[in-house]
Protein backbone atom coordinates (compact mmCIF):
# COMPACT_ATOMS: atom_id res chain seq x y z
CA UNK A 1 0.00 0.00 0.00
CA UNK A 2 1.42 3.47 -0.95
CA UNK A 3 -0.17 5.78 0.08
CA UNK A 4 -3.15 6.74 1.87
CA UNK A 5 -6.72 5.37 2.02
CA UNK A 6 -9.68 7.14 0.23
CA UNK A 7 -12.10 5.55 1.94
CA UNK A 8 -12.84 2.67 4.75
CA UNK A 9 -15.41 0.38 3.92
CA UNK A 10 -16.68 -2.06 7.31
CA UNK A 11 -17.88 -5.53 4.87
CA UNK A 12 -20.20 -7.64 6.63
CA UNK A 13 -21.15 -11.03 6.07
CA UNK A 14 -23.59 -10.03 3.41
CA UNK A 15 -20.66 -8.77 1.38
CA UNK A 16 -18.96 -11.39 1.61
CA UNK A 17 -20.89 -14.08 1.33
CA UNK A 18 -21.40 -13.99 -2.16
CA UNK A 19 -17.81 -15.18 -4.46
CA UNK A 20 -18.83 -12.98 -7.11
CA UNK A 21 -18.91 -9.45 -4.81
CA UNK A 22 -16.13 -10.71 -2.53
CA UNK A 23 -13.92 -11.10 -5.71
CA UNK A 24 -14.70 -7.87 -6.84
CA UNK A 25 -14.34 -5.84 -3.62
CA UNK A 26 -11.43 -7.90 -2.86
CA UNK A 27 -10.16 -6.59 -6.03
CA UNK A 28 -11.35 -3.24 -5.65
CA UNK A 29 -8.73 -3.07 -2.15
CA UNK A 30 -5.76 -4.62 -3.92
CA UNK A 31 -6.21 -1.70 -6.36
CA UNK A 32 -5.89 0.78 -3.75
CA UNK A 33 -9.77 1.64 -4.24
CA UNK A 34 -11.12 1.37 -0.61
CA UNK A 35 -9.42 -0.47 2.77
CA UNK A 36 -11.78 -2.91 3.86
CA UNK A 37 -12.54 -3.74 7.35
CA UNK A 38 -14.21 -6.84 9.18
CA UNK A 39 -14.43 -8.54 12.39
CA UNK A 40 -13.43 -11.91 12.94
CA UNK A 41 -17.38 -12.38 13.62
CA UNK A 42 -18.15 -11.32 10.27
CA UNK A 43 -15.63 -13.91 8.82
CA UNK A 44 -17.12 -16.80 11.02
CA UNK A 45 -20.64 -15.88 9.66
CA UNK A 46 -19.83 -15.93 6.32
CA UNK A 47 -17.57 -19.09 6.35
CA UNK A 48 -20.21 -20.79 8.22
CA UNK A 49 -23.01 -20.09 5.69
CA UNK A 50 -20.99 -20.73 2.85
CA UNK A 51 -19.96 -24.55 4.54
CA UNK A 52 -23.77 -25.06 5.06
CA UNK A 53 -25.26 -23.92 2.07
CA UNK A 54 -22.38 -25.32 -0.04
CA UNK A 55 -21.51 -28.50 0.76
CA UNK A 56 -19.62 -29.56 -2.53
CA UNK A 57 -16.84 -27.09 -1.25
CA UNK A 58 -14.35 -28.55 0.57
CA UNK A 59 -14.12 -26.77 4.01
CA UNK A 60 -10.46 -26.25 3.94
CA UNK A 61 -10.73 -24.25 0.47
CA UNK A 62 -13.23 -21.79 2.18
CA UNK A 63 -10.60 -21.48 5.06
CA UNK A 64 -7.73 -20.79 3.31
CA UNK A 65 -10.01 -17.98 1.36
CA UNK A 66 -10.27 -16.46 4.54
CA UNK A 67 -6.64 -16.57 5.82
CA UNK A 68 -5.76 -15.13 1.83
CA UNK A 69 -8.39 -12.52 3.53
CA UNK A 70 -6.95 -11.73 6.82
CA UNK A 71 -2.72 -11.89 5.64
CA UNK A 72 -3.23 -9.00 2.63
CA UNK A 73 -5.53 -7.30 5.05
CA UNK A 74 -5.73 -8.32 8.82
Do not use: C, H
Request: a negative charge; zero cysteines.
Amino acid sequence: MTGEWPLTAFLDANALYPAELRNLLMRLALAEAYRPLWSDRVQTEWTEALARDRRDLPREKIERVRALMEQAYP
